[in-house]
C-alpha cells in the first residue's frame, strides 16, 4: 500500500461510559470518511458520516434535523436550556436516544 485508503472497512466498536464519551484511535493511513452508527439507540444526529478532513482541523458537531416523527421528535429535540456542544479538533459529538425493550421494538417497525 502506498499510504492510499482502500475502501477497506475500518470497523472500531466503543462503549461509552457514564459521561456518554466514547474513545477511539485511528491508525494511519487515516480514511477520508468516518461513519458513526450506534445499533442499540435512536440516531438524533445527522449527517452519520463526516469527513476526516474536518474531523481533525475542527471537530464536527452533528445536527438534528427535524424529522416529523412525533416519537423522534421528543427523543431528540434537547432542552432549551441544553448547553450546545463546542466543536474541538479531533473529536465528533454525535447524539442518540437510548432505547428500552418498548421503544426498540418500536423503532424496528419505523425501519
Known sequence: MDG???HEAMI???Y???DGIAVFSVK???PPLMD???LA???CSFPEAFQMEAILENGVVASWPLSGIQKAERWCTPDSGAAEPQKRPGEVVFFVHPLNLWQNFWYTLLK
Do not use: E, I
Request: glycine fraction near 12%; charged fraction near 5%; proline fraction near 17%.
Open 41 to 43: 439507540a435512536y440516531p
Open 36 to 38: 458513526v452508527m450506534d
Open 4 to 6: 492510499q485508503w482502500y
Open 12 to 14: 472500531m466498536t466503543g
Open 28 to 30: 494511519q493511513p487515516v
Open 16 to 18: 461509552t461510559g457514564p
